[in-house]
C-alpha cells in the first residue's frame, strides 16, 4: 500500500507518509512489544524486513541503502 501510495502524482509529501506509515506499520508492532520479548530471531528478522521496506519506498532511497540511514532519515527507531 505504501508502495502504491509513493507513485501517486497527487502531491503526497514524505511527513505525510512517515505519518501514514506510523499509524498503520509502527503502531502494529509496538502493540505487540511484548510478544516481541519472546519471538526467535526469525521473526525479529522479518519485522525488521517489514519495518524497512516501507520506509525506503517513503524516502525513495534505492535498495542498496544502508538500513542506519533509513531510520535517521525517517526519524523512526528501528526494533
Known amino acids: ?6 507513485n501517486l502524482k497527487i502531491g503526497v ?3 505525510m507518509l512517515i505519518t501514514l506509515y506510523k499509524s498503520l506499520i509502527q503502531s502494529v508492532i509496538l502493540y505487540a512489544g511484548p510478544v516481541l520479548l519472546l519471538a526467535c530471531n526469525t521473526a525479529l528478522q522479518n519485522l525488521e524486513r517489514t519495518q524497512r521496506v516501507p520506509l525506503r519506498y517513503i524516502l525513495g532511497l534505492p535498495n542498496e541503502t544502508n538500513s542506519i540511514m533509513k531510520y535517521r532519515e525517517s526519524g523512526i527507531l528501528p526494533l
Open 1 to 6: 500500500m505504501i508502495k502504491a501510495i509513493t
Open 13 to 15: 509529501n514524505t511527513k
